[in-house]
């Protein structure tokens, strides 16, 4: 069966501090990945998914970036964190052309202070 | 662009029925899905819908009429677990992203 995890589960930054988020995928090949962001209360705003190794698409201009190192490795970085990057981070993948049915990691809760 | 409509919150009690609307404003609709997120945790898939109609999944079920640009997911025999947020979101043709709503934060008293 496939499992997705995300590291660490809660995390605390100084503002200007970087970050990188890890996700991995295990039990299925070549899967779509998305990464998240939820504000308390609000929801789901793509941040930016890849369908394939080193193919990777943003959706909102910010100070976050992402890689795919390997097929089911996904990661979120900044260099500079901001206060607004506060926020609850998912991670998803999906399988094939079956975009609609994702699959979240249990998500890492950023403070920025 | 796409925006996704549905109520903030709904209230039921254990046992009931409540029915989740989504109204959708997209440019090239493909799909509806819906999604259940408890709080603190992560979203998780309920269900789909390609074509329009019923589909039915144990006491959940969702519906979708395209003319209408309209959906709905509807749960019956409301136990205290169906607290929830349950959101609604559209994949367009041509994208493989879907576009969230807001979500309804669904309260099932006792």
């Known amino acids: 069966s496939q499992t997705i995890h995300q590291w660490p589960a809660t995390l605390v930054q100084p503002v200007g501090s970087p970050l990188s988020l890890e996700c991995t995928v295990e039990?299925?090949?070549?899967?779509?990945l998305y990464w998240y962001r939820q504000a308390a209360g609000r929801g789901l705003q793509l941040l930016f998914y890849?369908?394939?190794?080193?193919?990777i698409s943003s959706e909102v201009p910010q100070n976050l970036s992402a890689s795919r190192p390997q097929d089911r490795q996904f990661i979120l970085s900044s260099k500079k964190l901001l206060l607004s990057d506060s926020g609850f981070y998912l991670c998803?993948?999906?399988?094939?052309?079956?975009?609609?049915?994702?699959?979240f990691g249990p998500g890492t809760r950023l403070t920025v202070t | 662009g796409q925006s996704l409509e549905q109520p903030s919150e709904v209230t039921a009690v254990e046992g009931a029925i409540v029915q989740i609307n989504c109204t959708y404003q997209?440019?090239?609709?493909?799909?509806l899905s819906w999604y259940q997120q408890h709080d603190g945790g992560a979203p998780t898939f309920l269900s789909y819908?390609?074509?329009?109609g019923l589909e039915e999944t144990g006491r959940f079920s969702s519906f979708l009429s395209r003319s209408d640009s309209y959906g709905y997911l509807l749960l019956q025999e409301l136990q205290m677990k169906d607290s929830a947020s349950y959101f609604c979101?559209?994949?367009?043709?041509?994208?493989?992203?879907?576009?969230f709503g807001k979500g309804t934060m669904l309260l099932v008293s006792p």
């Open positions: 998803a993948w999906s399988a094939g052309t079956r975009f609609y049915e994702q699959y």
């Open positions: 039990g299925t090949s070549n899967p779509n």
């Open positions: 890849s369908v394939g190794i080193g193919q």
């Open positions: 997209t440019s090239g609709f493909y799909g």
């Open positions: 819908n390609g074509l329009d």
């Open positions: 979101a559209v994949r367009d043709q041509g994208y493989s992203t879907l576009t």
